[in-house]
């Protein structure tokens, strides 16, 4: 006796349903580590054109956050996308290691840096920072990352290093790098300057104060008794005032109040008036505010001159129009006051207290003499009014306490000498998302010369000697020295040696008749080390320059891509990079920004050990990544459900293609129209995705892909495919065609999905019986068109349409128990002519599209029955179709019997049996 089952050709696949990805991922990725897949990757791409992506340096400093994972999976999309569409890509990852928060993290641990030389802090640091280096790049490499891990770049190497110092030679020799005694951001905590990128806002509550200064030259302008009133919520900063800023433009108002006159801008005048109480206010003058120009006031504290400038700065926005002005405190009163001849005094140290420079305030934390400077105001009778407000300040960004503006002798780079080519390099570059531009060009048009010098250890020197009349020297045969010792020894050599064994071999200057010199201490900013990696890499190491793409988060326009551009320009003329993208934060399911007090932080190695890396690199790829994206364990199990889909529906194609060869292939002009209809549409998927790719858009390759294996694969031809696939004998023309098109799709995505979920796509791959160890080593398909496409979807349009009908119908025949399932079911279908044309082709089997046992044709749609559901142009009904249930096929056939060899199977599974599965028993 025949057992029936053993006739069906059921899907046949090793590929496990079950990913278990935490466990299987590491195994793979000890396979490509064998096999040195990035080497085979760069090998099989040698002769290609290239396409860089130059990597922005994360900071090496504690484990990677999920802000890392977006960043670097979306970097190895791209390069997976590039290597298998035609380019050839070297990745190399790197890191910034120097700067405070590993000075910090050696503190936090015990080290006490007075206990050592500083070049020997210096080295702990160094090594310190490998091992966070060591730590990370274990951590990205788990995400599936691609690239040149063993020899990544580190911003602490010797050659690294060396290449900035010859950035910083080229920039001082074109006159860009000056010293100079200018307000800037300066963090007590940290004790040194800040560039405007380490500066982050946060809301605060400050003191708002109104106060009066007397007149002490009017010159006959304005009456000699009037009082100039001032604002500012910077109380601490009045023992430094040296002057009072107005508009030349704006009205002044003189007005007596009571027995007092007080000058004021006459727009903010009825404001002023509501804030300090004034309720009789007469306006005895009006004056242009460049008449008032070098009249004298008097500072209410010291007595000394508070002399009265006009600047364009002033705006009557808020305050009184007359603003308290203190060159060393503020950018807008250091340029006025430069103007004016004004000293810059700055009298708060670095610690942030006062020195003797403000009489009566010695010592104290600039900040805890707010109060104490409202006090003496008050005895002096020069306060009017004092308040509270709330208000975003800055802060710096490593410590998270306030900053302040103060001067102090500081290296500048200019952006004023060469801004216009920076702007000009900015339009030439390319932005994704668009409103980049606009983001970095106003940065770069508003920015102000970079203060680069940092007073701090763990960084690199600034390659400055002076003489012993103090001039400094930067020559070409200075740094080009400097540089040749850097990349020998590493820069802790600027720290072991004393200035004269830093120069080069009987240098002499004039300015130092007797031979000695000394060395500059402070560091350069952190960002000029990682803004100088188009030279310590690209450079470097021969790659492309300028970079095809840099790619980092929104924050980096004023950061790396910032000083990047400016390095470049300043050297070359021209951007390191072509092209500029940025991706958002990510934030909570809630929106939120994520933070440890919160509770809701996800760590990627968390997900990786409870999902997987595929799990959390679909993720990327289905979020908008341009804007803020959001993360939630929530939102991970959701999209495992999608990976569970994507998988199975692998193992689906696999299974019923396993007895499949080329041999097999049946040609695009003999198939049915269903398979021509599902070719074309993965055709046009295939499209879809690459030109998605093309725009580094992702969540259209993850939404294009779902679809299609949701709707198109699993609840369309998959699903109909089952009863020609499983039931005909294995070399029926309609089985080889479907055949046909399932392995087609299914190479075809295993290899768009290749670049986002690597480790799933190889491990199908070591089952598809190619010649190439890794799907890594193809290239993604060609999307192929035929002449019919058009035809075929507006008849399939309207096929699909009827197909819904009949599931809606067959839906509400379940429910009202008329049928069980859809192979219970005969539907009639009655239409109007127009309509009925294509149901009466014969080359289309409804019932089998429908998944139902009969299909007939009622006639016209006025003889439907009255219990028809009705559609646009066509009535449907269900009833129990008529016959028995096949053994083989379930379906309800009247030919089961027929054949007396197998009286429980309809004639056309008889047949097939017959003429394949005779000795099967």
């Not at 030259?217 to 604002?231: C, T």
Request: charged letters at 25%.
């Amino acid at each position: 006796m025949v057992e029936y089952k053993k006739t069906l050709r059921m899907p046949d696949t090793p590929f496990p349903m079950r990913g278990n990805l935490p466990a299987n991922e590491p195994k793979t990725q000890q396979k490509w580590a064998e096999l040195d897949i990035n080497k085979l990757v760069m090998e099989r791409t040698a002769n290609r054109p290239t396409f860089m992506l130059h990597d922005g340096p994360p900071y090496a400093n504690g484990d990677i956050h999920i802000g890392h994972a977006l960043n670097k999976v979306l970097k190895d999309m791209i390069n997976r996308h590039k290597s298998m569409t035609g380019f050839h890509v070297n990745y190399v990852p790197g890191w910034d290691t120097h700067g405070l928060p590993i000075e910090q993290a050696l503190t936090n641990k015990g080290v006490n840096r007075k206990e050592m030389s500083v070049a020997q802090f210096r080295e702990l640091c160094e090594q310190y920072a490998y091992e966070q280096v060591a730590n990370q790049s274990g951590q990205f490499q788990r995400l599936g990352v691609r690239g040149d891990w063993d020899n990544p770049y580190i911003t602490l190497k010797p050659e690294f290093e060396a290449r900035q110092i010859e950035v910083f030679g080229k920039m001082a020799e074109k006159g860009y790098i000056y010293k100079g005694l200018k307000p800037v951001y300066w963090s007590p905590s940290s004790e040194s300057a800040l560039a405007e990128a380490e500066i982050e806002y946060q809301d605060v509550e400050s003191f708002s104060i109104y106060v009066a200064f007397d007149l002490k030259e009017a010159n006959g302008v304005v009456p000699a008794d009037a009082k100039f009133i001032i604002w500012t919520t910077t109380p601490w900063t009045i023992p430094a005032n040296l002057g009072i800023s107005v508009n030349p433009e704006i009205d002044y108002a003189v007005v007596a109040v009571g027995d007092a006159k007080y000058i004021v801008a006459q727009a903010l005048l009825e404001t002023v008036a509501t804030e300090l109480g004034w309720e009789d206010v007469e306006t005895i003058q009006t004056v242009k505010g460049e008449a008032l120009d070098r009249l004298v006031a008097e500072h209410p504290l010291y007595k000394r001159d508070s002399l009265v400038m006009v600047g364009d700065h002033v705006t009557t926005e808020a305050g009184t129009g007359c603003v308290h002005t203190a060159p060393g405190h503020g950018e807008d009163d250091y340029n006025v006051g430069k103007l004016y001849g004004l000293d810059v005094l700055s009298p708060v140290d670095n610690r942030g207290c006062y020195t003797d420079e403000a009489p009566g305030f010695e010592g104290l934390f600039y900040e805890k003499a707010n109060p104490i400077v409202i006090d003496k105001l008050t005895e002096a009778g020069a306060l009017l009014k004092v308040s509270k407000f709330s208000h975003s300040y800055p802060h710096d960004w490593r410590t998270k306490k306030p900053v302040i503006f103060r001067a102090t002798p500081q290296w500048f780079a200019s952006v004023d000498m060469f801004r216009d080519e920076l702007l000009q390099a900015v339009t030439s570059t390319t932005f994704t998302p668009a409103w980049g531009e606009t983001r970095l060009y106003n940065m770069i048009r508003d920015r102000g010369d970079w203060v680069i010098s940092r007073q701090r250890a763990w960084g690199v020197p600034i390659p400055i000697f002076y003489a012993e009349n103090g001039e400094p020297i930067i020559t070409p045969e200075t740094i080009a020295h400097v540089s040749s010792l850097f990349r020998e020894h590493g820069s802790n050599i600027w720290f072991q040696k004393e200035a004269k064994e830093l120069l080069p071999a009987g240098f002499t200057h004039e300015g130092s008749p007797n031979g000695e010199f000394t060395k500059e201490n402070d560091i350069m900013d952190v960002w000029f080390d990682s803004g100088s990696s188009h030279q310590g890499v690209l450079a470097e190491r021969g790659m492309q320059y300028p970079a095809d793409l840099y790619l980092e988060g929104s924050d980096q326009h004023r950061g790396w891509f910032n000083s990047s551009l400016i390095t470049s320009v300043a050297i070359n003329g021209y951007a390191p990079y072509k092209g500029l993208l940025t991706h958002g934060f990510v934030l909570d399911g809630d929106g939120r920004k994520m933070s440890k007090s919160l509770g809701n932080v996800i760590i990627p190695q968390k997900v990786m050990d409870q999902y997987g890396a595929d799990i959390l690199r679909l993720w990327v790829a289905s979020v908008d990544y341009t804007a803020d994206v959001r993360i939630s364990m929530d939102m991970l199990k959701q999209v495992a459900e999608v990976y569970r889909k994507i998988r199975n529906t692998l193992r689906f194609l696999h299974g019923n293609v396993s007895d499949f060869t080329e041999a097999d292939r049946v040609a695009y002009a003999d198939m049915h129209e269903m398979d021509q209809y599902m070719y074309m549409r993965l055709q046009e998927t295939l499209q879809t995705v690459r030109d998605a790719y093309d725009r580094y858009d992702f969540s259209t390759v993850y939404t294009t892909v779902n679809n299609f294996v949701a709707i198109e694969l699993s609840s369309f031809y998959l699903d109909i495919a089952k009863d020609v696939v499983y039931i005909e004998g294995p070399n029926n023309a309609s089985r080889l065609a479907m055949q046909t098109v399932m392995y087609d799709t299914l190479m075809t995505l295993v290899k768009v999905l290749a670049p986002i979920l690597p480790h799933t796509a190889d491990e199908m791959w070591q089952f598809l019986g190619q010649e190439e160890v890794s799907v890594q080593l193809t290239d993604f398909p060609e999307a192929v068109t035929h002449d019919n496409y058009a035809d075929l979807h507006a008849k399939w349009s309207n096929i699909i349409a009827v197909r819904d009908s009949v599931l809606k119908v067959l839906e509400t025949a379940r429910n009202a128990k008329v049928i069980g399932k859809s192979l219970e079911a005969k539907v009639t279908v009655y239409s109007e002519s127009e309509a009925i044309e294509f149901l009466n082709d014969a080359r289309i089997n409804f019932a089998q599209l429908a998944i139902v046992s009969q299909f007939n044709i009622g006639g016209a749609l006025e003889n439907a029955p009255a219990d028809a559901m009705a559609f646009e142009g066509y009535a449907l009904t269900v009833e129990k179709a008529d016959g028995e249930k096949c053994e083989r096929c379930w379906t309800i056939s009247e030919t089961v019997g027929q054949d007396e060899r197998h009286v429980t199977l309809c004639t056309r599974c008889a047949t097939v049996v017959e003429e394949h599965y005779s000795d099967v028993e």
